[in-house]
């Protein structure tokens, strides 16, 4: 599935009513009714109960105030609250408000902040005439860009306030109001949806940071034609599980181990072994035929002991971290390689650093950097770009602003501008290099121009190793013969989707090393959806 962001989807609808002649009208009629049915699919029927609107000033209130008529009809007590004067309201939205108060609708208009208090009694005592079936914030859409002020943050509060202590849900009309709709960053105060129906196609702010304030989403058809969407050539996608479905190589049954790829992993130091073990345990997982470790001598012990499906090389110059001297072992050790990692549990020594950035420049095949690695390659910038073949790079936010020379909080606040900040930079040899920024809604960017939003895994991941299992599975499939976005790709979602089949079982306490284990059964309920 495609994502647009804001800009785009304004495009896409105004393409809609000017090339194919869908009057604003009839979308705003089927936006306002599909979020109807969505509602009471999720909360039940609206017959014989109240919903409370809340309108703002655009397109947005005038989906509200669909909403509104589509509840009378279905045997519901609608009220609508004002976040303007109704007579202010413009285009198609004044058109519906005309038509409510031709059928009477009630309502209210809250024109200063300090009458939200008395919305508030109202509110309640409807409560005892008829049961609050739910609330709709119907205020601010995708083009929101401003702080919310006044009357506004207190509508949002008292929305957020009603659902907290009287239990009732709330609805968002496209995005919940206060959500940046192209970050995922609140403007102020942001309404907390349990649902929220967007239309056409989702945004980045859905996504981004965990979407946590849209609740469940719900993207609905309303009439745009599939010929105006192709048109628009959007380069930004939705990881999900029908479009990773759709990147998973087949595996003959009569294969070999041969068949399915050999990894190098370059990783682990002294006490940072776990990293370098969880990353080999990830790239086995993911079904790469062969897994060979290359570490410090000193530390091979812990790395056979721990590790009996993989190989391990010993470098010879390498004293507890790896060491630039052992390049030319590498280079040989790459020979028969399909694919290499760099970077889990590595250290900072300036030796790592050299062989770091020289495998960085040097090594045609597909490699992976993570972790220490990347911080090496921040301390000279200037290398990034100069590469011998595709790569992929994995940061943090942490990392991310190192690499940049950004704060960490400006990579936060505009994740996917973060994560494409090789989209205009000259690649030597027009080589791709993926970025990977990892976190909530983690981002995939390629240098070439396309961009993804991943829609998988939960807060229990949010403990030490689980990097390094992405790094581990992504390369793997790496080596399997996955192109860097797809393996980039299909390995962000499966592996938020492993730590999702955990979270079924318990939300949080599971480990790095328990999502490597469930990585095959993420691949497998994957596959049952490619085949179906």
């Known amino acids: ?109 809250i024109r200063k902040e300090e009458e939200i208090s008395q919305l508030i009694d109202k509110i309640k005592q409807l409560h005892f005439d008829h ?30 306030d009603l659902a907290r202590r009287q239990h009732w849900p709330i609805t968002a009309v496209d995005i919940p109001s206060g959500l940046c709709a192209q970050t995922g960053m609140p403007l102020g105060c942001v309404v907390e949806a349990d649902l929220t129906v967007t239309y056409g196609l989702p945004k980045p702010g859905h996504y981004l940071h965990g979407g946590t ?34 990147l998973l190589l087949p595996r003959a049954k009569a294969a070999h181990k041969g068949s399915f790829g050999h990894l190098l992993i370059l990783a682990g130091s002294e006490g940072k072994t776990g990293a370098a073990i969880l990353a080999a345990k990830a790239a086995l997982r993911s079904g790469c035929g062969l897994v060979t470790l290359a570490v410090p001598a000193a530390l091979n012990p812990i790395f056979a002991a721990s590790l009996p499906e993989a190989m391990t090389v010993l470098l010879p110059h390498s004293d507890g971290c790896l060491s630039s001297a052992d390049y030319k072992l590498i280079r040989i050790l790459m020979a028969d390689k399909d694919a290499a990692i760099i970077g889990p549990g590595l250290s900072t020594a300036p030796e790592t650093g050299k062989l770091v950035r020289r495998l960085h420049q040097e090594l045609p095949a597909p490699l992976l950097v993570d972790a220490d690695a990347l911080n090496l390659l921040s301390l000279e910038p200037c290398c990034i770009r100069e590469i011998a073949g595709p790569r992929i ?10 690499l940049t020379g950004l704060r ?32 909530a809604g983690t981002v995939v960017c390629s240098n070439k121009g396309g961009w993804a939003i991943n829609s998988s895994g939960n807060s229990g991941m949010a403990v030490g190793g689980m990097g390094d299992v992405l790094a581990g599975f992504i390369g793997g499939l790496l080596a399997q013969g996955y192109t860097p976005w797809d393996a980039a790709a299909a390995g962000v979602f499966l592996h938020g989707l492993a730590a999702d089949l955990l979270a079924e079982e318990r939300r949080q306490g599971f480990t790095a090393a328990e999502v490597a284990a469930a990585l095959p059964f993420a691949v497998t309920q994957i596959n049952q959806i490619q085949y179906q």
């Open 393 to 402: 790079l994995t940061p943090h936010p942490g990392e991310m602003a190192r």
């Open 1 to 109: 599935m495609n994502i647009a962001t804001p800009k785009q989807m304004q495009a896409i609808d105004q393409a809609a009513i000017e090339e194919f002649g869908i009057p604003c009208l009839v979308l705003m009629e089927n936006a306002g009714r599909a979020t109807l049915d969505c509602m009471e699919a999720q909360f039940g029927p609206v017959g014989g109960k109240s919903v409370c609107i809340f309108i703002g000033p655009g397109n947005n209130g005038g989906d509200g105030l669909v909403i509104a008529r589509h509840v009378l009809q279905r045997g519901g007590s609608p009220l609508l609250i004002f976040l303007v004067e109704p007579e202010q309201l413009k285009g198609d939205a004044a058109i519906n408000a005309g038509i409510c108060g031709k059928l009477w609708i009630a309502h209210c208009i």
């Open 408 to 439: 960490t909080a400006e990579i936060q606040a505009d994740r996917l501008k973060a994560a494409d900040w090789l989209a205009e930079a000259e690649i030597r040899d027009n080589h791709e290099i993926i970025t990977v920024l990892k976190g």
């Open 213 to 246: 304030a849209v609740g469940k989403l719900e993207v609905v058809d309303i009439g745009i034609p599939e010929q105006v969407i192709a048109s628009a050539k959007l380069s930004g996608q939705l990881l999900n599980r029908r479009s990773v479905a759709a």
């Open 131 to 160: 049961p609050i079936h739910s609330i709709v914030d119907a205020l601010f859409g995708i083009g929101l860009s401003r702080k919310l002020e006044g009357r506004f943050a207190a509508a949002v509060r008292c929305i957020n």
